[in-house]
Structure formats: structure tokens, C-alpha cells
């Protein structure tokens, strides 16, 4: 089932603290916008291209460019509300994970149709380190058990109908996720992860990006 793929790529990237946008930021020898973009592109089963980008800056070739959003679920309703109405699934991923591969966005897709009434697929990797939940910043109230955690990545994949669901919430609720999936959970949909590599990782401070880098010179993604 021929599905489009929804790009944001309109934020600030305050921690990277970059001169320009984080998606224009150079990475390997290409705007790291491009490099989502390249995998997309290959990716058998996906039709269009929707880009929310900040301001002034133009689509990427062959794509379909929104302006962003205040917050990151404000730029996914912006794109979905220009992706057309044919495409019964919706493809959302972060411009700020330039190691997405042509492979993982195929495995999202199928794990979608893998049978079990999935409303959502959402890339996600092993946790590896141990994880404990302290409120105040201070006092440990709990160890989560961490064969059972998963730190979730793009791309995540929705049927149409559970993401526009999820994203006519209003504004303040948009503003506070920091994933589409939550949405649908919220929701009651029902969500699967599929098993990603942790090099699939995402842009947020020069330490990652310097990270990208290696990999990307090395062959990793695409
Ligand atoms: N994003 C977006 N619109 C926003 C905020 C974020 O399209 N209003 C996109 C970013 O471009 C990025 C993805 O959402 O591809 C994940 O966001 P994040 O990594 O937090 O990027 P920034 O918001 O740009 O970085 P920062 O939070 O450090 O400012
Ligand atoms: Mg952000």
C-alpha cells in the first residue's frame, strides 16, 4: 500500500546551537535534511514527500514543503494537512535522524500489515542503559526493568485515520508530546515497535552530531 512520508525539519536546534537550522546544518558532505530525504526517496512504497521546514527555506527536489509549527506535533499537522487524501498511510519522521535507512522505513511499513490490527509501527531500539525514574531530579523512587524499555526513534508509521485522530487534540496537548505514537496510545490505539538499530540516531547536541559524522563517513545509513 503506497504510503506518504511526512518530514519535520522546522526546528530551532537550541542545543545544537548551530549558526543556521539544524536540517541545513552541513553533515558528510550534505545538508543533513538530505540525508532523510536521499533514504526516502529509495524506499520502495513511498509516494510523496511532505517537508515542514522553518521559515525562508525552500523544498528539498521532488518534495512537497509546509511551514513548521510552533512545537514539533504543530509541524506533523501541518505536513499531514498537505499530504493529500490518497494515501491511507502516513510515514512521520525527525530531519534530525540522518542515519534513517531505505530497510528500516520497508520494516515499518510491513510490521504495519504484519497482522494484529496495528494502528501504528514505530522504530524503537534496546535500551542499554539501566533507567530509574527520579521526579525531583534528586531522590530515586524506581528501577524500571530495562529488558522491557525501548527508546523509541523515527520513523514511526500510522494509518491515516489514528494519527489525524490523534493530532485534533488541542494545541497545549500537541505542544507536551514528544512523539506522534503517545497520541495514539492516548488514544487507545493500538502501537508495535520494530526493532531498530541505535545508529539510527538522533541529532540533539554536537556530540551526536559529531557521532552522524563517523557513521555517515563510514557507509552507515542510506
Ligand atoms: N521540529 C519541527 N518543528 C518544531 C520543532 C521541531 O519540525 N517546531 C522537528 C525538528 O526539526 C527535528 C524533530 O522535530 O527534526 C525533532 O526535534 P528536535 O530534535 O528537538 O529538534 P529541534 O527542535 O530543532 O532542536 P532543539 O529542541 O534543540 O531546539
Ligand atoms: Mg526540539
Redesign the pocket.
Known amino acids: 500500500m503506497p504510503a506518504v512520508a511526512l518530514v ?9 546551537g548551530s549558526d543556521g537550522p ?2 541545513l546544518v552541513p553533515l558528510a558532505g550534505r545538508p543533513m535534511l538530505q540525508w532523510s530525504i536521499a533514504a526516502l526517496q529509495r524506499a520502495p512504497g513511498i509516494e510523496r514527500i511532505v517537508v ?1 521546514l522553518p521559515e525562508g527555506v525552500a523544498a528539498p527536489e521532488g518534495c512537497i514543503g509546509v511551514a ?5 506535533s ?2 506533523v499537522r501541518n505536513a499531514l494537512a498537505a499530504a493529500g487524501t490518497d494515501a491511507d498511510v502516513i510515514l512521520v519522521h ?3 535522524r540522518p542515519l534513517l535507512s531505505a530497510e528500516l522505513v520497508a520494516a515499518c511499513l510491513a510490521a504495519l500489515d504484519s497482522g494484529g490490527g496495528w494502528d501504528a509501527a514505530i522504530a524503537a531500539a534496546p535500551v542499554t542503559d539501566t533507567i530509574k525514574r527520579a521526579p525531583d531530579g534528586l531522590a530515586v523512587h524506581e528501577t524500571l526493568v530495562r529488558s522491557e524499555l525501548w527508546a523509541v526513534q523515527t520513523p514511526q508509521v500510522f494509518r491515516r485515520t489514528a494519527l489525524e485522530r490523534a493530532l485534533a487534540r488541542p494545541d497545549a496537548e500537541l505542544a507536551a508530546a514528544t512523539d506522534d505514537a503517545m497520541l495514539v496510545e492516548r488514544d487507545g490505539g493500538r502501537v508495535r515497535v520494530v526493532k531498530a538499530p541505535r545508529e539510527n540516531l ?3 547536541t554536537s556530540v551526536d552530531l559529531a557521532l552522524a559524522e563517523l557513521l555517515l563517513g563510514r557507509g552507515a545509513g542510506g
Do not use: C, F, I, Q
Not at 519535520?8 to 545544537?16: D, F, I, N, S
Not at 513548521?68 to 514539533?72: D, F, K, L, P, Q
Open positions: 519535520v525539519a522546522a526546528g530551532r536546534g537550541e542545543r545544537l539544524k536540517a515542514a513548521g509549527g510552533a512545537e514539533r504543530h509541524s525527525d530531519a534530525a538522533k541529532v540533539t
